[in-house]
């Protein structure tokens, strides 16, 4: 008979068998705990209060629709291209302008402008949009998200950070956006 200290092939295998799934199970559970975390961890205050600027105002002439892009500032190291966001700027009149995200309300996809019949048409279901942005036809429940707005020193700037949605909003708290 061995000795008891020596170990069997299987129980070898066995012990190496569970030191490589508890290394698996670990690679695997890091980046899960991460994103669970994330809400958590992340610095909420620096990206909920962002006000970016989209330019001056001589970028957006009266009565006109204007595509616009804007650097994301809740942005990471890898996000590249992807960190450029593009909006609608409709400048009203004066110091009245609507600014809207540039994702159709139903499943996201890019809409575009229309100058000649004054309305956003979305390519993937056919959703219109009215100038201001209202629904017009088409699958879209809701008209397009818009952002909150001010005009600082010839510029106009956009609470940025977050995605306008209908909770949006909501995750401004107690201050409403200058444009409401």
């Known amino acids: 008979m061995s000795d008891t200290k020596d170990l069997s092939r299987r129980a070898l295998f066995a012990k190496i068998g569970l030191l490589i799934n508890g290394f698996v199970a670990t690679v695997v559970a890091v980046p899960i705990v991460g ?12 990206s909920s209060e962002s006000w970016v600027s989209l330019g001056l105002l001589d970028r957006f002439p009266e009565g006109q629709t204007r595509l616009a892009t804007y650097s994301n500032p809740a942005v990471n190291a890898w996000d590249g291209e992807t960190a450029h966001i593009a909006c609608w700027v409709r400048h009203v ?5 609507q600014v809207f995200a540039i994702n159709c309300a139903h499943l996201g996809c890019p809409v575009r402008w229309f ?28 008209g397009l998200f818009e952002y909150p707005y001010k005009v600082q020193d010839g510029e106009l700037l956009i609470h940025a950070g977050e995605l306008p949605t209908p909770g949006f909003r909501a995750s401004l708290g107690d201050r409403k956006p200058p444009c409401a």
């Open 35 to 46: 994103f669970l975390l994330s809400p958590i961890l992340r610095d909420r205050k620096s």
């Open 93 to 97: 009149e004066a110091d009245k302008f």
């Open 115 to 142: 100058q000649q019949s004054q309305l956003f048409m979305c390519p993937c279901h056919g959703g219109v949009y009215y100038a201001d942005g209202a629904r017009a036809s088409g699958p879209p429940e809701r």
